[in-house]
């Protein structure tokens, strides 16, 4: 029969993920993960694997996380304009609090990783994806109501809006200006008075 765990498993993922977010995948021994998590090796391995397992499950944490806090400010009775400006606002505010300027975890995972690694690189992709599905649908909303022209191709401003959200976190790490995403934010959605 195995042995009880006698630690909080997900209290354990959430140390992980803060500290992977905080030193990146390599930059993180497995001290650090022992230290961090105040767990015995064996009890670490036994419940994650190894290092690069946690790292997933700490991502794929992440990413449900932070894609339920956007749906979050998706309200109906908004129009599409207001609620991609609430939705580029929440990620800006998101990264203009952070203290230590981490960034966006799953991009920074995708700026180490995704290039060397499938698992990560289709994590990254799932989640682009389902980003850019959330600004295609709004905007294919608003052109279905009228609120919106149909002379652009929603798929494609879903992509921009998807690359200004992704710009916004990038310049959130040497950047701390609201101003500055404010005019981002602003100018980003004049592309939808055409």
Known sequence: MARPRDFDE?????KALHLFWLKGYNGTSPQDLLDTLELSR?????TFTDKHTLFLKA????????TSEIKKVIDPADTVKETI???LELIAGAVLTDEQHRGCFMLNSEIELSLHDPQVHEMVVKNDLE????????????????????????RAMAGFFLNTAKGIRVTAKSNSD???????????LLTLNQ
């Open 42 to 46: 064996s009890s670490l391995y036994r």
């Open 85 to 87: 400006r609430k939705i």
């Open 10 to 14: 997900k209290e354990a993922l959430e």
């Open 131 to 154: 980003m850019e599905d959330i600004f295609y649908n709004l905007l294919k909303k608003g052109q279905q109501t009228g609120e919106l022209s149909k002379s652009y191709d929603p």
């Open 59 to 66: 991502l794929a944490r992440y990413q449900e996380f932070t």
């Open 178 to 188: 609201k101003k500055t995403f404010q005019h981002i934010i602003d100018f980003a």
